[in-house]
């Protein structure tokens, strides 16, 4: 796992709908190119899901720890 990243932080619209992340390296991602780097493999601690409606979202690992999850980390701009 030597290389992979985690997110650190996550950007936010006004509606509260996450938009961008950034990353332990500093790097700041858009939704979309998050979305390619976790399918990737290139993002640990998260998974890609399919809803119904077709549309992925990037979502926490589970591991019982609601503190991790993607909505509490901290925000930036």
Do not use: C, W
Not at 41 to 60: F, K, L, M, N, P
């Amino acid at each position: 796992m030597n290389g992979q990243e985690t997110f650190v932080a996550v950007q936010k619209n006004h509606q509260g709908d996450i938009i961008g992340f950034k990353t332990s390296k500093g790097r700041v991602l858009s939704y979309r190119k998050a979305l390619m780097e976790v399918e990737n493999g290139a993002i640990t601690g998260v998974h890609v899901v399919t809803e119904h409606d077709g549309e992925q979202y990037i979502r926490s690992n589970p591991d019982g720890d609601a503190s991790n999850n993607l909505d509490q980390l901290p925000t930036f701009s």
